[in-house]
Every structure is written in C-alpha cells, then in structure tokens.
C-alpha cells in the first residue's frame, strides 16, 4: 500500500511540475534501474506513456524524480572498479617473488676460510690409530700408529659460519681438503684437493659429542659417514686393511667415528 500512495504522489508531483502546454507524461526506467517520469521520451529507456489532463498552472522547469536509488547504483559498480585496482599489485608482487626466488646463493669464501678448530689428530675408536695421507693432490687418508706428525692433524674449517653440517677438513702438512669422490656405494673412496667450499664433496656434515670428546665426518645427508673401510674386523680387533672411504653407519660402528683433541673444537 505504502508503495502505490509513493509512487501516486511522485506521478501527482510530475503532474503539478509538468509545463502547462504538456499532455502526455512518461513513465521512464534507466538501464541504471532507476525510474524517472518525465515530459519527454528519454534516449536508451524504456518509456511507458501516462495520460493526465493539462494544467493551467506555471510550469515548474525543475524534474521530479523518483527516490534516488543513484547511490545505491554507484555503490554496486564502485567495487568492480575498487577490485580490479586491487587486482592490479599482484602481478608485479609475484614477478618480484619469482625474481627474488632463485636467490643467489652464499657468498663462497676464499681459500682461508676461518677455522673452526685444530689441528688435532683423529684417532679411531674402534683401534685408537690415526687418520694420516700422504703428500700430493689425490692421495687417499689411511688408518696408521699415531706418530704425531702433521701429516696426521687435521683442521676444521668453517666456510660457512655458524653451519657444521657444511665444515671442510684440511690436513695440516698438505694444506688440502678431504674430499669424497661422490659414489653412493659402500667404502666409496675419499682423496685430498685444493679446498674449496664450492664444491659439496668438500663439505662434511660435523657430528660431534663433546662428553666423550668424539666426531663424525658425515655426508651433507648424514647417510654415510668417513670411517675404515674394513669396518667389521676393526671393530672385533681382527685384522684389516688400512683404507679409508665413506660406508653407510652400520651398527653403530666405532671405526666411524673419531676421538679428537680439545683443540679441535676449542671452547
């Protein structure tokens, strides 16, 4: 009821409005929704035609229009606008992730990269012998009587501070680093080379029990560990060859891991 006395009193309104000379009043909906009734046909409406009797009062120039629903409508469009703004950032935002994705990685230190301790002698648990190598670039580490040469001390480095799991091992004597030859099968061999913490087969995952002054090379995965390649007759005390390599961790082995000196991890 209330809806039919408004829309009366706006066709009463636009009756008293219209120019005198009028006789003809339209009832017309914008594509917008919005209902206006007007003298005049409006262009892209659609216009319904509503007879009243003419008026002899002056014309009013000003249109009366129907409740203004106009806000509503700019409420409705403004967010596809405010949302298609808004989908705007996300493109360069992911363009700046992928760019920044592959970040570059660590800067790689220089030769003389800071120790993390030594020298000190490794000495296996299983036989209470040494870790020694001979001279030259490709030699290989053996088990050997602990003399106390340089050839037998060994030095932590740590090119990557704060990050045991990537430690290099330097012999004292030769100046090179221990490096794996990459193989995956047991007693895969291990030789020295020029260090440098580019390469991953000179990084050492460090394992180490400070109460029973104990370490372990291992593999970045911490799969295989460097230790006597003829594993099981060290550890019964039986007779064994002196090559070292890495072997997967079986049983615990005590001929994988080292007895070090307190200045290997000082502090």
């Known amino acids: 009821m209330k809806g039919i006395l408004g829309t009366t009193a706006i066709i009463i309104a636009a009756l008293t409005a219209a120019p005198a000379s009028a006789g003809t009043l339209y009832k017309c909906q914008g594509p917008d929704g919005v209902t206006s009734y007007v003298s005049k046909r409006v262009a892209g409406a659609r216009c319904s035609t509503i007879s009243y009797s003419r008026d002899t009062r002056p014309a009013a120039r000003p249109v009366v229009a129907a409740p203004k629903p106009a806000p509503t409508t700019v409420a409705v469009q403004a967010p596809p606008a405010a949302s298609a703004t808004v989908s705007a950032p996300p493109s360069p935002s992911a363009s700046a992730s992928r760019a920044a994705g592959p970040s570059p990685s660590p800067v790689v230190p220089e030769p003389g990269a800071p120790a993390l301790g030594g020298p000190s002698t490794l000495r296996f648990v299983s036989t209470g012998s040494c870790m020694g190598i001979a001279a030259g670039a490709g ?23 704060g990050d045991r799991a990537r430690t290099q091992v330097r012999n004292e004597a030769t100046g090179l680093c221990l490096t794996r030859s990459g193989g995956t099968e047991d007693h895969a061999p291990v030789d020295q080379r020029t260090c440098d913490a580019a390469l991953e087969n000179q990084l050492w995952n460090l394992w180490t029990d400070g109460a029973k002054g104990q370490a372990a090379l291992r593999t970045p995965d911490g799969g295989r560990y460097l230790g006597l390649v003829e594993w099981a007759q060290a550890d019964k005390d039986q007779a064994h060859g002196t090559a070292v390599g890495t072997t997967r961790y079986y049983y615990g082995s005590a001929s994988m891991r080292f007895l070090f000196e307190p200045a290997l991890l000082p502090g």
Do not use: I, S, T
Not at 139 to 161: F, I, S
């Open 139 to 161: 030699a290989r580490p053996v088990e050997a009587a602990c003399d106390g040469g340089a050839h037998q001390r060994w030095v932590l480095l740590e090119p990557y501070e």
